[in-house]
């Protein structure tokens, strides 16, 4: 009932910009916190930026300073504006989303709904 469709991946040199955009849609009642993660090969996922629906951001350390979270609530789109990005940075970058969305009758919650996924390759 509810779909993540993840773009702007690609290929960037290090010290460039990407900007990765998440639309939510479906049957979707209200969209809570929205973040993003990400999954370097052989390494666990782990928390890039979130936000809450109050839209107050959060980062993780490696990243504060040269990526931006920002919503659009009207859009149901959350972004990621990475700025200096280093090879380190590669991967596959995931949206995640709290959304509360109608299921049949019911209105029902997923905390933790998940895109399919872009990548994200930074090397010269």
């Known amino acids: 009932q509810v779909q993540l469709v993840e773009s702007g991946g690609g290929l960037v040199q290090p010290g460039g910009s990407l900007r990765l955009s998440c639309e939510a849609s479906g049957s979707i009642l209200r969209l809570n916190g929205m973040g993003w993660y990400r999954q370097a090969p052989g390494k666990p996922r782990e928390l890039v930026a979130n936000?809450?629906?109050?839209?107050?951001?959060n980062y993780a350390d490696s990243v504060r300073g040269r990526f931006t979270i920002s919503r659009d609530n009207a859009k149901n789109t959350v972004y990621l504006q990475m700025n200096s990005l280093k090879p380190e940075d590669t991967a596959v970058y995931y949206c995640?989303?709290?959304?509360?969305?109608?299921?049949?009758?019911?209105?029902?919650?997923?905390?933790?709904?998940w895109g399919q996924g872009t990548q994200v390759t930074v090397s010269s």
């Open positions: 995640n989303a709290d959304v509360t969305y109608l299921g049949g009758f019911f209105a029902r919650r997923e905390y933790d709904h």
């Open positions: 936000m809450s629906s109050g839209g107050s951001p």
